[in-house]
DNA sequence: ATGATTATTCAATAACTATTGAACAATAGC
DNA sequence: GCTATTGTTCAATAGTTATTGAATAATCAT
């Protein structure tokens, strides 16, 4: 991943809106929702609605399609999976034994963090 | 992680300067770089690169000890990680399997991913 | 002390992002 | 066709963030 792209990703995630959505957009993916019922559940406006949705997808963190006269909004979880994967190789790049050391001490549990990255190959 | 901290650390990797002054730093870890070794590398003006320094430590995602002169600017590795952490979290809830048999199809590497979210417990 | 080096703060401006109500477009049901 | 529903676009405004040069503070070397 590009840091272009990475940087715009973190940019929807950056505003306590947009994160509220796409976390909602995960927790009913597969199939999501339409603007009508995340405008609803959020009590957001759906003006401004539509302005954080369009930022969504423009940074492909969300795909939308019509349906009928609803516009349905589905999370795109492999590109967060590969977000995850570009912060964690940034942690790895050159300093692998410095990431396991750390995450040694962290207090997050095991099975959150990345794994083996400190066992890549170069 | 709250989702507001998480908000305010994504509003740091969102901006490409910063973005590229927390990777310089990552890659320099556990050192890190003075702010003057900074501004040459990433050919940043130094008030501007100041202005950024200041919100990146502010977020926790780096840390500052003046050194004379110098102030010298470190990574906060365990926070990337509890970043990582956090956007796996918001993966799997709720949905271990979809998490799973996207990691499965993903062109990203198994050893950059985020592994056993699937295995969490409630 | 003086001058050179390093970095921050300040103030001004520029640029961008968010929010809202009103107008508009498209669809569905009658 | 009309009306209600759903969403988007537009325009105006407010608010926030970025960038820069000039001034300032702190340290080091002589």
Redesign the pocket.
């Known amino acids: 991943m590009e840091a272009k792209t990475a940087a715009t990703i973190f940019?929807v995630l950056a505003?306590e809106?947009?994160l509220s959505i796409f976390r909602l957009l995960v927790k009913y993916a597969p199939d999501g929702l339409?603007?009508?019922?995340i405008?609803r559940m959020l009590d957001?406006?759906?003006?401004?609605?539509?302005?954080?949705?369009?930022?969504i997808v423009h940074s492909g963190l969300a795909s939308?399609e019509?349906e009928?006269?609803?516009?349905r909004y589905k999370a795109n979880i492999p590109l967060m999976l590969e977000t995850v994967a570009y912060l964690t190789t940034e942690c790895c790049s050159g300093n692998p034994e410095l990431c396991l050391s750390f995450r040694a001490e962290s207090g997050v549990a095991p099975e959150f963090l990345p794994s083996r990255c400190e066992d890549r190959k170069p």
């Open positions: 940019e505003s809106p947009r339409v603007a009508g019922e405008a957001i406006p759906k003006t401004n609605l539509s302005f954080h949705l369009k930022t939308m019509r009928g006269r609803n516009t």
